[in-house]
């Protein structure tokens, strides 16, 4: 009787030691998580400073922003204190990035209770946070912007803090000295002469191949699979035009005529790329070749800046983007905020949306301009991005042919079941174009159903 | 107390100090959890309250246990008390998860929050899915070609390890350093050399200019290639220790009776080192099955199957373990990675203990 007791008695403590062990566990991270950056200090500083609230929670004006981009994180940090400079609240930047992405983090944060009061995400990501994210309608930024990310029920969540643009790079210097004018490239068939003048005119230029275009299925998937399939999308049609992604999201539909303009122009690529880096190249070698000079046209966006200005061998040439025109009159480029700064609904939103206000505006603009090398999706912003396709992208902009990044927005995942028929439409496996799209279709369709 | 008695006992303890401490304890535990529960928080001398009656609780419960005035549970009690902190960290780190997991599996949970439970819906989807009975199917495959392949690389590398050849010990080294390099790394170094020198000799054997890693079935050996490369020195050690524990008298005695190399191998040695042959199956089994940062990196479980169950697939190369991660991360579904991932389980613990019962009759015991 006695044991039993004792035994009943044990179980029950080690039980609940366990659980209250988990709850401390959790509170433990919460620190931990955030001390990569220079939380700690300021966060000291913090209650330093705060009257003696007795309280954990982040004093009046104090936010957190969960930043996915690490290229650009001491550029945020150099933000936040301009905005501690000027208003006195406190902005903490935490960044992931490398290897761990931030949905992820996300939701390892969402599950310690430790969220940040603004936060990085896809536009295909907003339904999981359903209920969860602020409506900024009626911030004054808003007027200010084409590219705001506004959902059917929960208003206007997403803040644009970027612009991003993708289509076909092309190296200026190298289509001038083989007289193709890239403004002319809005056909498939502009498209097919200019690549059999510049494939017999290779020696002479100098280059190995016309596109540095890669299939390279595991490592370089999202390319393929993300950006390039986002042309069969959005190309040639305007930044709102949603009847492809619609149709795709609506259980895998695809268009066949418009896949099958695309497969071709596809395959033209194909046929005009270096083919050691087609199906076996990296990302590396993809821009280091058109840093380079060895391509005229990368299958890339504006993201490569950095490591083409930055390369050895790099001669300075001008670059920009051209349209995948594969039906007549295609000209338009991908361009927008391929992700969003939202805010989280139990945070403190006042302070987020005030922030976010600032950061629309002059002083924040030039830090992440200028300094960031962001290009500003505000229409007022006055300075211009540092970024070498900034005049291509911006002549498009204010032509209004832009496309939108509609891509995001399909079922996650997709990317690596696309991407792998990109791939063999590169090898040969695929045969032809009528092959591609019976077989995007089927491998789509699938995924859907599933 | 008299001296005489207590020392007769056990335990030493009186039952009131026992008792309160363990209710004390109790109580500060459940304070601490309410504290947790309701969000409160009182920080007192910059240390949280609820951190010190968690930690104070805790204490006093064991103290209580200890000084429990009693003879016959004295000793339990106290392999209890020192067990508590393994027992602790095993329940936390794989008890507790396996029954969430588990759990999670029959929900919609999406990595943020569940809305509703979804019964078996997940586990008659995975198996309506031809991407994961592909999954399964060359998981099995590699598992199969794995096991012989690593063992019989192992056993040889073992024999030529403990033959008197000159420099075992650098040879020892040598085949045991691969294991050493971890598996992402080895990934990305083999895929270098695959898509680059590899690719130079295929070409010229078979005319094809794309590396091996571009098409499923190659892409498979390759991986195959890589984890005997990586494994086989591991096992090998484990196979140089069975072999130095047979009995010199044994061997010599067989020498005398005229018995030949071979013959020795095959009625003596390989007998009398047979349960390290169950360890090594053993052990090769269940990493095969598990295998996950090679595949990776390696691959990342792309190549296609033109026609498999009437669709067309495009995780050629991805095993079981990569098909959970990706379908619960990168596909954004996490309640149907945790249904594959419970079937994963119950898969590897039926292979592994029907594989070592079947092993294990045929051991020697010397």
Redesign the interface.
């Known amino acids: 009787m ?2 039993k007791l ?1 035994t009943a ?2 179980a029950g ?2 039980v ?9 566990a959790t ?1 433990s991270t919460s620190p931990d998580s955030s001390s990569n950056e220079s939380t700690e200090s300021t966060e000291s500083t913090d209650s330093a400073d705060s009257e003696d609230s ?3 929670t982040a004093p009046e004006g104090s936010i957190r922003l969960l930043n996915g981009k690490p290229e650009i994180d001491s550029q945020l940090q150099d933000l936040a204190a301009k905005y501690k400079e000027e208003t006195g609240a406190e902005v903490v930047i935490e960044t992931i990035g490398g290897d761990t992405n931030a ?2 983090e996300l ?1 390892k944060m ?1 599950q310690a209770d430790n969220m940040p009061d603004i936060f990085v995400i896809e536009a295909n ?1 907003a339904a ?2 359903d209920g969860m994210l602020a409506d900024l309608s009626g911030e004054a930024w808003t007027e200010d912007t084409d590219y705001e990310l506004v959902d059917s029920n929960m208003g206007t969540i997403g803040f644009p803090y970027t612009v991003e643009a993708t289509a076909l790079a092309y190296n200026a210097d190298l289509l001038e000295a083989a007289g193709v004018d890239p403004a002319s490239l809005t056909s498939p068939d502009a498209w097919k002469s200019a690549c059999e003048t510049l494939d017999s005119k290779k020696d002479e230029l100098g280059i190995t191949a016309v596109f540095g275009w890669c299939a ?4 370089l ?1 999202w390319s393929s699979g993300t950006h390039v399939f986002a042309q069969y999308l959005d190309s040639g049609l305007k930044q709102d035009d949603t009847t492809y992604i619609d149709m795709l999201n609506d259980g895998g539909k695809i268009d066949d005529a418009r896949m099958k303009a695309f497969a071709e122009f596809v395959g033209m690529m194909n046929q005009y790329s270096d ?1 050691a880096l087609l ?2 190249g990296t990302y590396d070698n993809q821009v280091a070749g058109f840093a380079s000079g060895k391509y005229v046209f990368v299958t890339q966006g504006n993201w490569i800046n950095g490591s083409v200005t930055s390369a050895s061998d790099y001669s300075g040439f001008k670059m920009g983007f051209a349209p995948y025109a594969f039906e007549d009159g295609y000209d338009t480029i991908i361009a927008g905020p391929p992700s969003y700064w939202t805010v989280y609904s139990d945070g403190n939103v006042d302070a987020a949306k005030a922030f976010l206000q600032w950061v629309s505006d002059d002083s924040a603009q030039d830090i992440l301009v200028n300094e960031a090398g962001l290009i500003s999706p505000f229409n007022d912003c006055q300075y211009a991005a540092a970024d070498p396709f900034y005049d291509s992208i911006k002549s498009y902009m204010d032509a209004g042919k832009t496309s939108g990044w509609h891509t995001m927005l399909k ?3 997709l990317q ?6 990109f ?2 439409y590169a ?1 040969g ?1 695929i045969a032809d174009a009528d092959a591609f799209v019976e ?1 995007i279709k ?2 789509i369709e ?1 995924y859907y159903a ?1 | 107390m008299d001296y005489r008695i207590s020392s007769y006992k056990v335990s030493t303890g009186n039952k009131p100090v026992s008792l309160a401490c363990m209710i004390g304890g109790a109580v500060l535990l459940v304070l601490a959890l309410i504290f947790d529960f309701m969000k409160i928080s009182i920080p007192i001398l910059g240390i949280e309250l609820r951190g010190a009656f968690l930690v104070i609780g805790a204490i006093g419960i064991f103290v209580g246990l200890y000084f429990f005035p009693t003879e016959t549970h004295h000793r339990n009690i106290i392999n209890v008390i020192f067990l508590f902190p393994l027992l602790f960290a095993f329940a936390v780190t794989v008890i507790i998860p396996l029954i969430l997991g588990v759990g999670y599996s029959f929900t919609d949970w999406d990595g943020i929050r569940m809305r509703e439970v979804v019964g078996f819906a997940n586990y008659i989807k995975m198996f309506s899915q031809p991407s994961f009975i592909w999954s399964i199917l060359i998981t099995v495959l590699f598992v199969v070609f794995n096991m012989i392949l690593v063992n019989l690389v192992a056993f040889l590398l073992a024999l030529l390890c403990t033959s008197r050849i000159k420099g075992m010990g650098f040879f020892r080294a040598a085949y045991f350093l691969p294991n050493l390099i971890g598996g992402i790394v080895l990934g990305y170094i083999w895929q270098f050399i695959f898509s680059n020198v590899v690719t130079k000799w295929t070409s010229a054997l078979s005319g094809s200019q794309y590396s091996m890693l571009s098409d499923t079935k190659t892409a498979f050996i390759a991986i195959i290639i890589v984890y005997v490369w990586q494994y086989a020195g591991y096992i090998m050690l484990i196979y140089v220790t069975g072999l130095n524990t047979v009995p010199i008298d044994v061997l010599e005695a067989a020498a005398i009776d005229g018995a030949s190399p071979m013959q020795t191998l095959f009625e003596i040695k390989i007998p009398m080192i047979a349960s390290t042959f169950t360890i090594c199956t053993f052990l090769t089994l269940t990493s095969a099955f598990k295998m996950f940062d090679v595949n990776l990196a390696l691959t990342n479980g792309t190549g296609s199957v033109s026609d498999f169950m009437g669709s067309y697939i495009t995780n050629g190369s991805e095993m079981l373990a990569l098909n959970i991660y990706s379908t619960a991360v990168v596909e954004n579904n996490y309640a149907l990675g945790e249904a594959k991932a419970v079937l994963f389980f119950i898969i590897l613990a039926a292979v592994s203990i029907l594989q070592v019962r079947l092993t294990a009759s045929k051991e020697v015991e010397l």
Request: hydrophobic content about 30%.
């Open positions: 006695r044991k004792l008695l044990m403590v080690m609940l030691s366990l659980t209250a062990c988990g709850g401390a509170e007795g309280s954990t949905s992820d939701k969402y990501q999981n946070w390279e299925p595991a490592n998937g083919p199906i076996d079922k996650d995942g690596n079941e696309t991407c792998q028929v791939a063999d090898k496996t077989t089927k491998v699938s599933n």
